[in-house]
Structure formats: C-alpha cells, structure tokens
C-alpha cells in the first residue's frame, strides 16, 4: 500500500547502507553511478505494477472522454449502464449558458464551442485572428488560420453550425460574446486587437489550458464527477466520436484534429491513438465477427424461445 516516493525512499537508504558497507566495492565508487542510475528505472516500474489499491478508496479516472450528447449517442453510451452520472458537453453548454452574465462569462461559452468543434488542444484557442481568417463561400462557414501548439505549425479549420444543438452551435457562443462586448477593442493594445479571445493573450498557453479545465469543472452538476474531466477530455471525446463516424477516412480525421499521418511510427499516429477511448461502437464489430455475425456493424438482437420452434411450446411453459 506505500506510495512510490515511500519507496523510492527505503531504495535510498538501502543504497546508502550498502555504501557504507563496502565502501571498496566499484559500485560504491562515485566514478559508477551508472548501475544506480538504471536500476532505479527498473525499481519504479516495479513500483508501478506492485501496487496495491486501496478498495476503500475511489479514484476517479482523469481526463474521461466529454462526448457531444450522451442522450441520443448509440455507440458512445457506457456511463448508462456503468451506474455512472452522465457527463455531457450538451450538460455543460446548458449550464454555461445558463451563467452567461457579463463578458467572462460569455467568453468561457465561446471558448468551449470553439475549442471543442475545433477538436483542439486546451490551450489552442488563444491564438485564432480575425484578420488571418476568411469565410468559405461553398462551406458557408468561417475558415481559422489554426495554429497546432505541439508543431508549430498552422490548418484551416472550418467552423460550422450545429445542425440540432444550438447550446453546442458555434454561431451562437459567438453572438452570446459579441453582445457582451466580445468585439470591443478600446481596452486592449492594438497587439491584441485582431485575435478573437484578446484577454487570453496575457495568459500562457498552460494557463488557458487550466482555464477551460476550470470552466468544464465549474458546469457539471455532479461534485463527485467534477475531478474526471480536464481540458484533455473535450479532445477525447470529440476525436473518438470522428473515428466512429463511417463516413469519413482516418485521412479525414486527422486533417481535423491536426496530427500528421504516421506520426509517431507507421501506419497509425500513435500520438493520435492515445486520444481514441475504447467505445462499444468500436469493440462490438469484433465482438459480432466471434459470435457468426456476416454484417458486424448492424444491431444485434439476442436468440429469443422463438428459436426453438412452436412445437417445443408445452414443454417451453412447463
């Protein structure tokens, strides 16, 4: 039950004992350190696998996927059955716009539309201009020049409007922030002026990042459930429901989400991979295949007594 750092702890007085013990020993050198240096890694692995949870203890997971809506999702639902509060980004954009009262508040709405349909990093947002963007006049949206934090480098990044949810609708978190002085430029430096979030370009990328955490964590009624999502969980969730969509390509996929293709070692991102939470849309296709099934991505449907025949119906009763 001891904590790595307890541990780490009696390794280095062990250490030192053996030290003092045989002092003459080449390990005991200090012109070899290497096998202490190598030895530790191992230890700590060791650590790692050996330890004992406590069961009275509940830890909630961090970063726990934040799908778009839970109520109508077929193949992204396990908190349902998981005896889990649901968590939505539906949830938290009700509730945001709910709390929607001056500028900061309206900003934080427009901060968490944006991000989310942008499939960003947390901190991702605070770089977006006015001046470097364009309406597309065949997609009817606006067009981001978006910058990529992790590879200094720069997408588009359409922006469209919600087809059934307006509180998730970036068209509409926009409005909310411009009718609270979202496009007033007198207070900031001329610096400032074009981005979209203008009070975001005092704060350093981490820090915005903690931002939305805080705004995610500030929105969900549940308390318990509060400390499982981070400003990690938008992109999870956003990034696993685009590799559950039939229709687009993993091409596709990462031309949103920013990542190279093979990045990280061919032929998937690995980088990307560790966005992708396990789905029952995602598991059951194999699932199906083992049970005999020929067309793996229909709803299957458990054997009923129907199977059996009508003949075997007295006895069935009985």
């Not at 509940?58 to 649901?86: I, Q």
């Not at 001056?102 to 960003?120: H, K, M, P, T």
């Not at 990307?272 to 194999?286: K, L, Q, R, V, W």
Request: aromatic share 10%; with cysteine; proline share 4%.
């Amino acid at each position: 039950y001891l904590e790595n750092s307890a541990k780490l702890t009696y390794y280095k007085s062990v250490k030192r004992v053996l030290i003092n013990k045989f002092p003459d020993n080449i390990f005991s050198t200090n012109a070899s350190n290497d096998w202490h240096a190598s030895k530790r890694i191992y230890f700590e692995k060791l650590c790692k696998r050996s330890k004992i949870q406590n069961e009275e203890e509940k830890v909630e997971r961090k970063s726990e996927p934040l799908y778009r809506d839970l109520s109508s999702s077929l193949t992204v639902e396990r908190a349902k059955y998981l005896e889990m509060d649901r968590v939505d980004a539906n949830m938290i954009a009700q509730s945001l716009v709910k709390n929607v009262k001056d500028y900061d508040s309206a900003s934080r709405l427009a901060e968490f539309s944006l991000n989310r349909v942008s499939v960003a990093r947390g901190g991702e947002h605070n770089t977006p201009r006015y001046d470097e963007g364009a309406w597309d006049s065949y997609f009817q949206a606006p067009d981001f020049d978006w910058n990529i934090i992790k590879q200094t480098e720069r997408q588009c990044m359409l922006v469209f409007c919600d087809l059934t949810l307006y509180r998730l609708c970036p068209f509409f978190s926009l409005a909310v922030f411009y009718l609270f002085d979202g496009l007033r430029r007198d207070k900031c430096t001329a610096l400032k002026a074009p981005y979209i979030f203008p009070h975001l370009r005092s704060m350093k990328n981490e820090s915005v990042a903690s931002r939305m955490t805080r705004t995610l964590r500030g929105n969900i009624e549940f308390p318990h459930r509060r400390e499982a999502f981070t400003s990690r969980s938008m992109r999870k969730g956003s990034m696993t429901e685009i590799r559950l969509h039939r229709d687009l390509s993993y091409e596709e996929e990462l031309a949103r989400s920013g990542h190279t293709i093979g990045g990280g070692g061919p032929p998937k991102n690995s980088n990307a991979e560790g966005y992708i939470a396990s789905t029952p849309g995602m598991n059951a296709p194999g699932g199906l295949a083992m049970a005999g099934y020929e067309n793996c991505h229909m709803q299957p449907q458990p054997m009923s007594f129907a199977c059996l025949g009508t003949e075997v119906r007295d006895a069935v009763q009985r």
